[in-house]
């Protein structure tokens, strides 16, 4: 099968090439999908893309022209698929169902402890040998409330992690798991109640028209004065606005961003020379207690190696015609 991979960064090529193990005829650009670059994907019978690649109808209509009837996401999220077009013009879509739990779960946690630490103005202040301590005060995690919104894999192991710590766990998900009820004490509650007990709030579901901005302007009056609240979900589960104004006024204490409403076309990339024209980060980057990533969550080397063997293995199963259980339809 012949095989063109979007969006290719140079971390992520030589794990996809050890999969392949020239079993496919694999091809690689930078450039991300979109109406205007899917004519790169003619004469190819399968395409891969990641978050930032937009496979919407026009895409889909460009891509059916030319030729491809298979499309092997990188990523656990599709909601940068319009399935219901891909299904009308018999274009399959997979994709990489859990990875890694582990990366995206680590990292949040990673992102709770630097902010509370203040680990990111401490390190600079210590680099111009400004050993002060004030302004850095944190809080110990031990007894903490945290809530955590979707409980699934990646929920999970946050809860584990947390749960280390001796947190009392708050989970809110549309379907409980007992395991997390019985292993490590969590309690299911609604949205708002989550938001008023928890001390950190750590977003893990996925982008769907149910959650699409559920972190508003109104759940955020909900919060306790002063929240921790991280994302490592999708941009778009959150009112980046009303976030702002909540941080501004002092309700949320601090940010983590793993993920930006608006990263396609400014994430993956040096900006450095050509920043983005984008109010909203702008502001963001500027305030001492927010702290951004730049959709990195994933990238460690177990979830690249996994990463690259389900996309590679999505092939074989189309190619062979095998049953594949990682196909996704509109239905999901």
């Known amino acids: 099968m012949k095989l063109l991979v979007y969006s ?3 971390f992520e090529i030589p794990y996809l090439k050890q999969a392949n193990q020239g079993q496919h005829s694999v091809h690689f650009t930078e450039e991300a999908l979109d109406p205007s670059t899917a004519f790169l994907a003619k004469g190819y019978d399968a395409i891969s893309i ?3 690649d937009d496979a919407c109808s026009t895409s889909l209509s460009a ?4 030729g491809v009837k298979y499309i092997s ?5 599709y909601d940068n698929v319009d399935l219901p077009a891909s299904e009308q013009l018999n274009i399959r879509v997979a994709n990489v169902p859990a990875y890694s739990p582990y990366a995206i779960a680590e990292h949040a946690v990673s992102l709770m402890l630097a902010l509370n630490r203040h680990l990111i ?3 600079k202040r210590v680099r111009k040998y400004n050993f002060k301590l004030d302004g ?5 995690l031990y007894q903490k409330t945290i809530g955590i919104v979707g409980t699934g894999k990646i929920g999970s192991v946050v809860a584990k992690i947390m749960h280390g710590f001796e947190c009392t766990l708050l989970g809110y998900d549309l379907k409980k798991t007992t395991r997390l009820e019985n292993d490590f004490n969590m309690t299911y509650t609604g949205l708002k109640e ?3 007990q928890s001390d950190i709030i750590s977003l893990h579901v996925p982008l769907n028209y149910k959650t699409k901005g559920i972190i508003d302007k109104e759940l955020i009056q909900q919060m306790k004065k002063g929240v921790i609240l991280i994302n490592t979900a999708r941009g778009r589960v959150i009112d980046t606005r009303a976030v702002l104004d909540g941080l501004q006024g002092g309700r949320i204490g601090a ?5 930006y409403e608006n990263e396609s076309g400014i994430f993956f990339k040096d900006r450095s020379q050509d920043v983005p024209e984008d109010p909203l980060l702008t502001v963001l980057n500027s305030l001492p207690n927010v702290l951004i990533t730049g959709h990195q969550a994933f990238l460690t080397k177990e979830a690249l190696s996994n990463i690259a063997e389900t996309t590679i293995n999505n092939l074989d199963s189309w190619q062979s015609g095998h049953p594949l259980q990682n196909e996704i339809s509109s239905s999901h």
């Open 255 to 259: 940010l983590g961003l793993d993920v």
């Open 194 to 196: 989550l938001c008023r």
């Open 50 to 52: 990641f978050s930032a």
């Open 8 to 10: 290719a960064r140079d």
């Open 121 to 123: 103005e401490a390190h």
């Open 73 to 77: 996401l990188r990523s656990v999220g």
């Open 63 to 66: 891509l059916n022209d030319h």
């Open 136 to 140: 850095l005060e944190g809080f110990d």
